[in-house]
């Protein structure tokens, strides 16, 4: 059975950081790609950021570029999404997905195409 399970949310002052986890089981990060999707209340889901397993590419939504940052770690079948230099208007529920890279990028920005789905977790930027 496949889990996705973020951590890492919280409160934070705007300018501040949080790095997001999202573990995966049930499956490898070798054969399949993890994307981060927010939604804020109110608001449609987004995209925020897609990391390819199969080349190491990675996106972002432009209102995250330069700030996020996400990565890997194939050995703790894990990937991150590093926010730095957060704003209010990053508050949301993140959640990470997990496709077949070809799938992953074929629909990007889009969430259709994902196959496995977190529960979430909280991200609230305030002073």
């Known amino acids: 059975q496949v889990h996705l399970v973020e951590s890492g949310g919280g409160l934070v002052q705007p300018g501040g950081s949080l790095r997001l986890s999202c573990a995966a089981s049930?499956?490898?990060?070798?054969?399949?790609?993890i994307a981060w999707f927010r939604k804020a209340p109110g608001e449609e889901r987004e995209a925020v950021s897609l990391?390819?397993?199969?080349?190491?590419?990675?996106y972002y939504t432009d209102s995250v570029k330069g700030r996020f940052t996400i990565s890997n770690d194939n050995a703790q079948n894990t990937v991150y999404l590093q926010m730095n230099k957060l704003k209010p208007e990053d508050t949301a529920e993140y959640y990470c997905?997990?496709?077949?890279?070809?799938?992953?990028?074929?629909?990007?920005?889009?969430?259709?195409?994902?196959?496995?789905w977190g529960k979430g977790t909280l991200v609230a930027v305030s002073s």
């Open positions: 990391f390819l397993s199969n080349n190491g590419s990675t």
């Open positions: 997905a997990a496709a077949p890279p070809a799938i992953a990028a074929m629909t990007w920005p889009g969430d259709h195409g994902m196959d496995y």
């Open positions: 049930g499956l490898s990060l070798y054969y399949y790609s």
